[in-house]
């Protein structure tokens, strides 16, 4: 089971964090990422923000470097995602997601949350 918690409201340049447990995924046996889903744009698909690989490196979208932070917490099997100076087109649905690989989109991710919505007002 993968649960997403952590999302709500803020203003733009605040800051979130998104937890997400996942308590049979963790370990470096797989790949954890979250991805985000914008209202309206369903044609586009979920995009995937940050993610940790098998090998423990991490990867982060080009839009959310330096104000994203992806770490995980493998004794209490939790994947966080800090969210700092957040803006307004940050506004989604997100979702945490694992995978036995690390692809950038969401084929291959075999496990998927039901999503926190982050709603960020300006």
Known sequence: QVV???????????????SCAAS???GSSYCMGWFRQVAGKEDKGRERVAAIDIDASIWYADDVKGRFTISQDNDKNTLYLQMNNLKPEDTATYYCA?????PITTMGYNYWGQGTQVTVSS
């Open 4 to 18: 997403e918690s952590g999302g709500g409201s803020v203003q733009a340049g605040g800051s979130q964090r998104l």
């Open 24 to 26: 049979e995924y963790t």
């Open 98 to 102: 694992i995978s036995p690989m690390c």
